[in-house]
């Protein structure tokens, strides 16, 4: 073994307690056929899909399916290269003017990721004389897009828009140099901004804003645009960031500004220039998915009814849930991390998949059993989440 590897073994040793103290590997969990939006077989069984983010169910849409098909026929697999280097897809442009017409915004562009829109915006926008201020339970992506670029960086106390004001106020003239940033739905306890406290904030102090809405678009808003849609405070959000992997079903991610000079910031951008851009099929598929996310208020309304019936069954059998109900749907069991994963195997082997999340991920640091609801859940699969977790509930002596 090269010597390169030693700091992995503490890594390796913490896996093998992890499976000894479980009785299973949640790392190496291998989805092996995927039957539609919410089933798939894994470990040789058929499992309801509680963990996918799909949250509009549009992953087997046909005319999503046929639109990735048609385009990957047409115009290959594969862009094999850069949109800096190789030229833009007449798709991808087609994209980005859909994406500025549906936020009604002057600028708008597209990432092969939402990983890199992140990683891009952040590193990029700012600069040494810039001052970041994140919600502490930000992505991953936020806090790597910040570790690329050379802002000084502050953190917030989580959904705090006092701490934020204490902090912009330290900072004195500096304040209008600085960029906020939060998150529409936070992915882990399913929680919202209070958007509106945080845009009186920015305001009052000249700050600029950031939403990755990630996880709210298609969710929130009468048009599926997000927090900052169904908040009615568009106008005041300078960036809105966002992926094409959850709602939309495909791969890919974005920024949309209300002002038409981030056109400017794509030239800089490293993950941006310096990757390949996204596959015909890919952004076939995800254009056919905005127009169906933009029509999809009954969609929405499924995945809302989906989603508060789930958290109020759980809620009522006296689960730990996060604060506020939500299409992400987080359960904190009163049990160590062992005992948990062995605990999310239980649900496995009951034909229920939900995500297995451990610290550091989480907020809070203990582990979390994390469900997320789509609108192609029928009521049957809702009835078998509820009882897969009563059964829980029943072994852990929870009382409501
Ligand atoms: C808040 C947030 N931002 C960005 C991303 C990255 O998106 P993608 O999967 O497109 O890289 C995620 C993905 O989980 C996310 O939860």
């Known amino acids: 073994m090269t010597s390169l590897f030693k700091k992995f073994l503490p890594l390796e040793k913490t896996h093998a307690e992890l499976v000894a103290d479980s009785g299973v590997d949640p790392f190496h969990i291998v989805v092996e056929r995927v039957l539609s939006a919410t089933e798939a077989i894994i470990n040789g069984r058929q499992m309801i899909m509680a963990g996918t983010n799909n949250y509009l169910g549009l992953t087997f849409d046909p ?15 594969g862009t094999t290269g850069s949109r800096m280097a190789n030229g833009s897809y007449a798709a991808h442009v087609a994209l980005e003017n859909e994406l500025a017409a549906f936020y009604q915004c002057p600028a708008a562009i597209v990432f092969s990721t939402g990983y890199i829109a992140n990683l891009a915006i952040l590193s990029t ?23 690329l670029g050379s802002a000084e960086v502050i953190r ?27 998150e529409g739905i936070y992915s882990m306890l399913g929680d919202r901004a209070p958007l509106r406290e945080i845009v009186d904030v920015k305001r009052r102090y000249g700050a600029s804003l950031l939403v990755d809405e990630a996880h709210s678009l298609g969710v929130l808003g009468q048009n599926g645009r997000g927090l900052a849609e169904e908040f009615g405070v568009e106008g005041d959000v300078d960036f809105i960031t966002g992926t ?45 998915a905005l127009q169906l996310l933009y029509r999809g208020s009954g969609l929405r309304k499924k995945l809302w009814d ?40 239980q649900l496995l082997s009951r034909g229920i998949y939900v995500n297995l999340v451990l610290p550091p991920a989480t907020p809070g640091g203990g582990p979390l059993l994390r469900c997320s609801l789509s609108a192609a859940h029928d009521q049957g699969q809702i ?12 072994q852990l002596h929870l009382h409501a």
């Open 63 to 77: 005319e999503c399916v046929a639109a990735a098909c048609e385009a990957a026929s047409k115009e290959g697999t």
């Open 125 to 147: 926008l700012t600069g040494p004389r810039d001052v970041i201020l994140l919600d502490a339970d930000c992505h991953a992506s936020i806090y790597d897009g910040i570790r």
């Open 156 to 182: 917030f106390h989580h959904n705090n828009p006092a701490d934020l004001e204490k902090r912009l106020k330290r900072l004195g003239d500096r304040a209008t140099h600085s960029l906020v940033v939060v």
């Open 244 to 288: 094409f992997s959850k709602s939309l079903g495909s791969i890919g991610g974005f920024c949309v500004s209300r002002w038409p000079e981030l056109e400017n910031v794509r030239y800089a951008m490293r993950p941006y220039i310096f990757t390949a851009s996204s596959s015909p099929s890919l952004i076939a598929s995800t254009r056919k």
């Open 306 to 345: 989906n989603a508060t019936q789930l958290y109020q069954g759980l809620a009522a059998m006296g689960f730990n849930l996060g604060p506020e109900i939500s299409p992400v749907i987080a359960v904190r069991l009163p049990a160590s991390v062992g005992e948990t994963t062995a605990i999310w195997n």
């Open 383 to 394: 009835d078998a989440i509820l009882d897969a977790f009563s059964e829980i509930r029943d």
